[in-house]
């Protein structure tokens, strides 16, 4: 088995519990973490911060040119504005284009990334591929538990609508749309644990 410079590509649905296997597979194989959500966050959050048009390819351009994209990774703000907002941005090729370039130096000497378009566009080549998902009814309730956490008052119904919504514009934009690449492996979270998810995924990279 390849340990050094492993690259592993982890796409999938909103909320599928993608974040959680990439962070616990990055921390077991002893290689970088990047969550690319954060990264088409942090552009939406900015120019919700500045108040301009959702709709400004232009404007959206100029702020992903202006990240510093080396503290990016650690930007983590789960707010359903900048969520939805994030998904709207996404859809602009410009931006993805600025934000391709460092994911793919990221990556360079092995990594995790976990994102939408991960095995499919930046890193056809990753040693791994995986397609995370589960019912939208689940992972609302999952949503649900961790704005709870964090005492965010959102109702079931809106997270449920959230997600479904921004599933269906991530998997139908013209751009690196969100699609299981050919030789992904699918996991459903649905009925599974934390641990049954990391284990049926380790034993996937160990035994290739
Ligand atoms: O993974 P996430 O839920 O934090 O991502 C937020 C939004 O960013 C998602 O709805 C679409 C966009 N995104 C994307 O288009 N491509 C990626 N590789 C990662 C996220």
Do not use: C, W
Not at 37 to 50: D, E, F, I, Q, T
Not at 77 to 88: C, D, G, P, Q
Request: proline share 1%; no cysteine.
């Amino acid at each position: 088995m390849k340990i050094n410079n492993l690259v592993i590509a982890i796409d999938g649905t909103a909320a599928s519990g993608k974040g959680t296997l990439g962070k616990k597979l990055a921390e077991s194989y002893k290689i970088p973490y990047l969550d690319t959500g954060n990264l088409y966050r942090s552009v939406a959050s900015l120019m919700l911060s500045a108040n301009v048009d959702l709709n400004d390819q232009e404007i959206a351009i100029k702020i992903a040119k202006s990240l510093d994209l080396k503290t990016v990774n650690v930007f983590n703000n789960r707010n359903i504005e900048v969520t939805n907002a994030s998904s709207l941005i996404a859809q602009f090729e410009g931006v993805r284009n600025v934000l391709l370039d460092f994911q793919r130096e990221f990556a360079k000497d092995g990594a995790v990334v976990d994102g939408r378009d991960i095995g499919t566009v930046v890193l056809p080549s990753s040693d791994h591929k995986f397609y995370i998902t589960a019912s939208s009814e689940v992972r609302a309730i999952r949503r649900f538990e961790q704005y709870k956490e964090n005492n965010e008052k959102i109702d079931l119904k809106t997270i449920k609508y959230d997600i479904e919504a921004r599933d269906k514009r991530d998997k139908e934009r013209i751009i690196a749309p969100l699609k299981i690449a050919d030789d992904a492996i699918i996991i459903d979270t649905t009925n599974l644990s934390i641990k049954s998810v990391f284990d049926f995924a380790v034993m996937h990279i160990d035994n290739k």
